[in-house]
């Protein structure tokens, strides 16, 4: 491609095992796709605009009413709630087993300043309880007590391809190119077109895509030049548009094409559903998953075909972040009917799911019990007999009722009769 002869130095590998945390944000579905009523474009960058480092850890900051990026795919996952500017918070630290949801509500301006105050030291918080007590060291978090479990409505993927209506004067365009890489050339007319209409917005997609919004109506077909000027299909099937790869990775890619290929072949829908091709550097967040066994190239000098295994999401339904083992150690050519097979499992389920609430929790598990705390009215800040308060030498399952009378709020030093009981149900 261009972009690899203008930089011959850049090598797919270099890329494609680049270690670098980022944040994920739902920013790119703003205004365009459904979304949680208070949660607009400001919003995003104002919390974004505080990040003034760069984290350690991997961060998501999304919508549960929309599908274009994960929700659970990072070390700290923020998720808007029904409550104004509030955030539940879903923590799963390098080395955890297992997702365990924050005991309390996160305002939007503080999103950054909690991400800084663990991303240090990430790598050794093993508990829920060490992370409640890191996060709020040394600061005063408007932290508020959950009013309801987090449910997910379930959505189809969206296609989020071409010149789309936004509002009465404006349009917004969503591009996808085959193989994952973008013409320099046509990039740079791009933001030439974007700067000269005034566009400040073109976000990149989980699914090597971009989006640019806000284009004006009366400027639409200088858009529509462009597209045509470099030859850019902007109404690629379904069937391409919604698989999740490794970046750079080229046997990845040419498996996709193979599916594509017989996927078309047989006139086969996938309407609603995401597929993944997953790789040592990739966490899946789609409905099925095909994973790339690791094996020997040749053995005694023969060739070795290579296996898969497949899984599909519970529900089909990626926010489960459950996955059932489909088959495994099958050979490329077997995997088109196998996925033939969950393909028509998904939609004889559809109907069944339609409308229906997801958890983000297990639904297997029993209902949590409420745990009893007692919160500052001054400044919010939890006193949970569970932790203790070590900074005042109060050891973990102390009751509130055994604190000296003397005890002051660790953070504002609020007398003891300023903290109220409340009750807490952990979602």
């Not at 019990?369 to 800040?381: A, D, G, L, R, V």
Request: with cysteine.
């Amino acid at each position: 491609s261009k972009t690899m002869a203008k930089f011959p130095e850049l090598q797919l590998e270099d890329i494609s095992q680049s270690k670098t945390a980022n944040i994920v944000s739902s920013y790119v579905a703003a205004d365009i796709f459904a979304s949680t009523a208070w949660l607009t474009s400001a919003t995003y960058l104002y919390i974004l605009e505080q990040f003034r480092f760069q984290p350690r850890l991997e961060i998501n900051i999304t919508d549960p009413r929309q599908r274009l990026t994960p929700l659970f795919s990072g070390h700290l996952n923020f998720i808007a709630s029904p409550k104004e500017d509030f955030w539940y918070l879903y923590v799963k630290l390098p080395g955890w087993q297992e997702m365990e949801p924050f005991p309390a509500y996160v305002h939007s301006w503080d999103i950054a300043a909690l991400a800084a105050a663990v991303h240090e030291k990430g790598n050794d918080i093993e508990t829920m309880e060490d992370f409640v007590a890191q996060a709020n060291a040394g600061q005063d978090l408007n932290l508020q007590s959950i009013e309801e479990h987090l449910t997910i409505p379930f959505y189809p993927f969206p296609y989020y391809e071409g010149m789309n209506r936004l509002d009465a004067a404006h349009y917004w365009l969503g591009l996808y190119w085959r193989n994952n890489w973008y013409d320099l050339d046509f990039l740079e007319a791009t933001c030439k077109l974007c700067m000269e209409h005034r566009i400040g917005k073109i976000c990149i997609t989980s699914w090597k895509s971009f989006i640019i919004n806000g284009i004006p109506e009366q400027k639409r077909i200088e858009w529509e030049k462009l597209l045509g000027r470099f030859g850019i299909n902007a109404r690629h099937s379904s069937l391409e548009l919604n698989w999740h790869l490794p970046v750079a990775d080229r046997e990845a890619l040419e498996l996709k094409r193979y599916l594509i290929r017989e996927f078309d072949q047989r006139d086969i829908s996938t309407y609603g559903l995401t597929f993944a091709i997953s790789s040592n550097y990739t966490r899946p967040f789609t409905s099925i998953v095909i994973d790339r066994e690791q094996t020997a190239a040749f053995v005694d000098g023969f060739a070795v075909r290579p296996t898969y295994n497949l899984r599909y999401a519970r529900n089909f339904d990626p926010n489960t972040r459950h996955y059932v083992e489909y088959a495994r150690q099958v050979d490329k050519s077997e995997l088109i009917t196998l996925m033939l097979e969950l393909s028509r499992l998904y939609f004889e389920q559809l109907n069944e799911r339609r409308g229906e609430l997801v958890e983000a929790t297990d639904n297997r598990e029993p209902e949590p019990e409420p745990i009893n705390f007692y919160q500052c009215s001054h400044c919010q800040s939890v006193y949970d007999p569970a932790v203790g308060d070590p900074s005042q030498g109060i050891t973990a399952g102390t009751p509130f009722s055994a604190l000296p009378e003397d005890y002051a709020c660790w953070l504002c030093g609020g007398p003891k009769l300023a903290f109220v009981e409340a009750e807490l149900v952990i979602a």
